[in-house]
């Protein structure tokens, strides 16, 4: 039976519900926008019930652990074509198996979670890294990311923690979605018209005035660290691979 | 623009990068709610240079005005270099603003020693002060603890910082002499013991009294310079294993000795001895996470690390009887010490075999390089085709791919 859902991982969980409810056999689930209807195949919605949501994450942590529940997610974050069924796999395993399988790495669908996780959190980590703040006139930080998998929701506690006192918005120019602090809560937000956020080097109309000042000293403290004597652009590479150079700004030639 | 300030960054940055600590982990300060920053557990590196170093920190010196006339250092006395002095609201301007910014996690602030000792270390932690008391900022901060300053203030500093450090630079006494004739061990060890006595009390009355203030909770390190002085690796490392075992330190940084100096008491080495600094790296990540003990690494019969092996499996090669090790049974700590597994595989491989036995295949999966491993290992698989091999040949097979390459390195080295 082909299952969709409604692109949310509580979704996702409310199908690992109805699943069990109905004792379905599965052959595919895939977000509702993302299935193709054909002449053959049809597919079945399922609504997204909270509390059913609920009770699988519940039963996850239990039969696991709390840090495998919030695995999961992350890798729902993933985007990966077949991320929904993986995980449903993997989920299934879980409840199936008297003993918790969350560690046997022997197991193709487990280790490709903790792959995905990896990798994730690989992410997550160079976008707490490669965020550049710019300072604006209403003294708003502000940075646009581009990152490889929708790591945003996985960011504000972070910047949260370090920057309470300081008003921050971080934007996905590709997913066109940002999370934004007032000094008092985090928001998400979208915007009708985003064109002016899908620039990364704001204008200089807008930015407060000390900020390019900022911007040029730390481009000559990065160019003044470097010892050109031990030049490894190897490695140099393997740490800031090409497609996050557009984040740094000390990486920019003009200025 | 302040092009005072920005010339003046150029300075004091260039001064500082000698200096190779840039870690801003093992901390654990939390921010507060109308503060700035925190230094909780990973550090993260922000950015990195074209030699491939991690850029974490603003790590700046405060001033390369010196009175002193070390050999090794660009800032020495006699070098003519221009130089500078920030003021603290220059330095704690830069360090609110750039961490704003999310540029880095904190500041890392030396000194040249201008005046005298205690002057000097009196502005380090006013700086530190200002930031942590006027500035809410709870960002990383390491200091230098200035050889030859008063305790008080040595103590003051870890009140305000997470982390301080005192250089050795020059790994044997009789080679620091020589070339800085103004230092000597003893002023070194002095702040070094101090700052260890004091850690320590601070950690157990921490135990007692849950809010009981911290003192330098990221410890404290130092710094080697390799090859400006005939030290051999057996000397280097088990100076650097008494520091870990006797003053307790966090980290001993290996600073392979950039040629800057035209100072005649300094060899004339043409290269940074890179290859040497990354073999003492994995040598002291072998002793503070593999559980190696320093005379497995080094010893009479071999003072230096090998520099076409990494050390574990140059310690491997040396050991062959104590392989092959079987993936399914040894303990944890056994599969530590196969070349070519890590801690991460180790403990992988640990938790899966519960669930059933490993092959190779899973091995492989799970991350194990098995072009190194293969050579000392057993799983369930039935053929071992690479057992018994003798040490020699394992040594050719390992070499092979980039043995043109390491042999280039060594000749430049040398030349």
New interface residues.
């Given amino acids: 039976m082909i299952l969709t859902y409604d692109g949310t991982f509580s979704g996702l969980l409310s199908v690992v519900f109805e699943v069990y409810r109905l004792k379905i056999t599965v052959s595919k689930i895939v977000p509702e926008d993302e299935w193709q209807s054909n002449f053959f195949d049809q597919a079945t919605y399922v609504e997204t019930d909270s509390a059913w949501a609920d009770r699988v994450r519940k039963g996850i942590e239990k039969k696991a652990s709390k840090k495998i529940a919030n695995t999961l997610y992350q890798c729902f974050l993933s985007e990966q074509a077949d991320i929904s069924m993986l995980l449903f796999n993997f989920i299934q395993k879980l409840f199936d198996s008297p003993?918790d399988?969350s560690?046997?790495?022997?197991?193709?669908t487990v280790?490709r979670i903790h792959q995905i996780k990896k990798k994730i959190g690989r992410e997550v980590?160079r976008m707490?890294?490669?965020?550049?703040?710019?300072?604006t006139k209403d003294d708003i930080?502000y940075?646009v990311i581009e990152p490889d998998f929708n790591v945003l929701p996985l960011l504000p506690k972070h910047f949260l923690?370090?920057?309470?006192?300081?008003k921050w918005l971080l934007y996905d120019s590709q997913r066109r979605y940002g999370v934004y602090y007032d000094l008092h809560k985090t928001t998400f937000i979208t915007f009708e018209d985003d064109e002016r956020l899908q620039y990364r080097q704001l204008n200089e109309s807008v930015l407060d005035q000390?900020e390019?000042?900022?911007q040029?000293?730390?481009k000559?403290?990065?160019?003044?660290?470097?010892?050109?004597?031990?030049?490894?652009?190897?490695?140099?590479l393997?740490?800031?691979p090409k497609r996050y150079w557009k984040y740094?700004s000390?990486k920019r030639q003009q200025f | 623009?302040?092009q005072r300030?920005?010339e003046k960054?150029?300075i004091l940055?260039?001064a500082?990068?000698?200096d190779v600590s840039c870690s801003s982990s093992g901390s654990n300060r939390?921010?507060t709610?109308?503060?700035?920053?925190?230094s909780?557990g990973m550090g993260?590196?922000?950015?990195?240079?074209?030699?491939?170093?991690?850029?974490s920190l603003?790590?700046i010196l405060l001033t390369n005005h010196c009175i002193f006339d070390c050999a090794y250092c660009v800032s020495r006395r006699s070098n003519d270099v221009k130089r500078a002095a920030f003021t603290v609201q220059e330095v704690v301007d830069?360090t609110i603003?750039?961490y704003?910014?999310?540029?880095i996690e904190g500041l890392f602030l030396s000194s040249g020693i201008f005046k005298n000792p205690d002057y000097t270390m009196e502005r380090l932690v006013r700086i530190a002060k200002e930031l942590r008391t006027q500035h809410?900022f709870n960002g990383y901060i390491h200091l230098k603890a200035i050889p030859g300053a008063s305790d008080e203030l040595i103590h003051e500093a870890g009140l305000y910082a997470d982390r301080l450090s005192v250089n050795l630079e020059i790994p044997s006494e009789m080679s620091l002499k020589k070339v800085a004739p103004e230092k000597n061990y003893g002023d070194v060890y002095k702040p070094m013991n101090y700052l260890a006595e004091t850690i320590t009390g601070f950690k157990e009355e921490q135990k007692a009294i849950r809010r009981a203030p911290k003192f330098a909770p990221g410890g404290q390190s130092t710094q080697l310079v390799i090859g400006a002085t005939p030290e051999k690796d057996l000397q280097v490392l088990n100076l650097a294993n008494d520091l870990y075992k006797k003053q307790n330190l966090k980290r001993v940084y290996y600073s392979?000795y950039?040629?800057?100096s035209s100072d005649e008491r300094m060899p004339a080495l043409k290269?940074?001895p890179?290859v040497r600094e990354n073999r003492l790296y994995q040598a002291d990540w072998l002793m503070r996470f593999y559980g190696f003990g320093v005379d497995e690494i080094v010893n009479d019969h071999h003072p230096e690390l090998d520099l076409e092996l990494d050390p574990k499996a140059a310690y491997a090669l040396r050991n062959p009887e104590r392989f092959p090790v079987d993936i399914n049974h040894a303990d944890y700590e056994v599969i530590l010490r196969v070349p070519g597994i890590g801690v991460r595989s180790a403990k992988?491989?640990v938790?899966?075999?519960?669930?059933?036995k490993?092959r190779m295949e899973?091995l492989k999966?799970?991350g194990v390089v098995l072009k190194r491993a293969k050579y000392f290992i057993t799983c369930l698989d039935k053929d071992f085709i690479f057992l018994g091999k003798q040490p020699e040949l394992i040594r050719q097979a390992f070499l092979q791919p980039t043995r043109s390459k390491v042999a280039a390195n060594q000749l430049n080295l040398f030349a």
């Fill in positions: 003993s399988i560690d046997n790495y022997g197991d193709d280790l980590h707490h890294a490669f965020v550049r703040f710019q300072r930080y940075a923690d370090r920057y309470p006192a300081q000390s390019p000042e900022y040029i000293l730390w000559s403290y990065f160019d003044s660290v470097n010892i050109p004597e031990r030049r490894n652009m190897k490695l140099h393997q740490h800031v740094l000390e | 623009m302040n300030v920005k960054l150029e940055s260039d500082a990068k000698y939390k921010n709610k109308d503060g700035l920053g925190n909780s993260i590196c922000h950015s990195y240079t074209e030699d491939g170093r991690c850029v603003l790590k830069l603003n750039f704003r910014r999310n540029y809410k392979g950039v040629p800057i290269q940074t890179v992988k491989i938790a899966a075999r519960k669930h059933g490993l899973h999966k799970i």
